[in-house]
């Protein structure tokens, strides 16, 4: 199976493009896969298996590209919209932490967890740090 590494989806997210592309590890060359279905900014993306999540960026959003299929879904929208949150993954939990508000550009420290398994967002533990974004784990 082909591994694929999406950091340089990342870029394109924090600058708001919508233009994707993967390392195939098996052909050891970039290829282009199907844009975005709509783009934002400060969007965050992580991957779990052979899947791609984008969460947020100014929206309730979570776009879920399957690199098997080549196909764009959309999961449960994140309760809280927000800019340039941090994602981190522990299994088949996605955490979205910290970030600006959407609707005054404050800092939040808000942080919600999302059961890929389940398509379903939980409210975690307030984050100490309030000035907290982009986290990258």
Request: net charge positive; aromatic share 10%.
């Amino acid at each position: 199976m082909k591994q694929f590494i999406a950091i340089i989806m990342t870029l394109c997210l924090v600058l708001g493009v919508s233009s994707v592309s993967a390392w195939a590890d098996d052909k050891a060359t970039w290829q282009k896969e199907p844009s975005l279905p709509a783009s934002g900014s400060g969007q965050g993306a992580c991957t779990i298996g052979n899947k791609i999540y984008v969460v947020g960026g100014g929206s309730n959003t979570v776009k879920i590209y399957d690199l098997n299929t080549k196909k764009w879904t959309t999961g449960a929208p994140i309760p809280t919209a927000r800019h340039y949150m941090g994602v981190a993954v522990d299994g088949q939990y996605i955490y979205a932490i910290g970030g600006f508000s959407v609707e005054n550009w404050t800092y939040s420290n808000i942080v919600e967890i999302y059961d890929t398994v389940k398509n379903e967002w939980t409210t975690g533990p307030l984050c100490r740090w309030q000035k907290l974004h982009q986290l990258q784990l």
